[in-house]
């Protein structure tokens, strides 16, 4: 029977029914009318995107990673106000009676040191060192050699009886301050448990016959602490 039906129509309803066609290899597709069109709206409607940003650092405020507090450490005058001392020129620790120091004497200064950081915790050495290169003080006689060095953290001996090079060791741990740090020319004001401590330091001049040819010698040095941040 003759299929009357325009040639468009007929084309029409081709293009709508399922087809197999064969390709190269035995492989096949089926095809349908829209079907390419179809499957190219759906990766469109598939693509969706998102992101997640994470800005890493410590609480709410984005400010980073990294403590922002200045790692530090000072001491107390004895009037009581925080010193810094932390350039190379130091500070003049008036050490009393330092005058009248002779053969067979000492003399003791006590020096509170404290960390004058909110929240790291200080590593501390000390240490003598000598100014002007070898401890000459203008023209007077050096008396550097006849010197010796005791030192204890509050009561505890750090070591005793050393000449300069020798006179060092570790001060000890300073807790973290857990307050406002102390500006220099401030009032000196307590904060937590383990964050000062105090270097007693005795210098002791040796009464042996050769210093007779001394008479009027002094000595140049200082005590150095030298500080490290640790949790």
């Given at each position: 029977?003759?299929d009357r039906t325009s ?59 990294g403590n922002p507090n ?162």
């Amino acid at each position: 029977m003759t299929d009357r039906t325009s040639l468009p129509a007929r084309l029409s309803r081709w293009l709508r029914s399922p087809r197999t066609i064969r390709i190269s290899g035995g492989k096949r597709i089926a095809l349908a009318s829209g079907g390419v069109l179809l499957a190219a709206a759906a990766a469109t409607l598939a693509s969706f995107t998102d992101v997640a940003n994470l800005n890493l650092g410590n609480g709410s405020d984005g400010s980073g990673i990294g403590n922002p507090n200045r790692f530090d450490i000072a001491v107390v005058l004895p009037d009581g106000t925080v010193e810094q001392a932390d350039d190379d020129a130091g500070y003049n620790w008036e050490v009393p009676w330092a005058e009248t120091l002779i053969p067979g004497g000492s003399i003791t200064t006590s020096i509170p040191l404290f960390n004058n950081t909110r929240d790291i915790q200080a590593a501390v050495a000390v240490s003598i060192e000598l100014r002007n290169g070898d401890g000459t003080v203008a023209d007077h006689p050096n008396i550097t050699k006849f010197l010796r060095f005791t030192a204890a953290r509050d009561g505890e001996e750090l070591f005793a009886d050393k000449p300069w090079a020798e006179a060092q060791a570790d001060f000890g741990t300073l807790a973290a301050r857990e307050a406002d740090p102390l500006k220099p020319g401030e009032v000196y004001t307590a904060a937590a448990a383990g964050s000062v401590g105090t270097l007693d330091l005795t210098i002791a001049y040796l009464d042996e016959p050769e210093t007779v040819d001394y008479n009027g010698g002094q000595s140049a040095f200082r005590v150095h602490f030298g500080a490290e941040s640790t949790r």
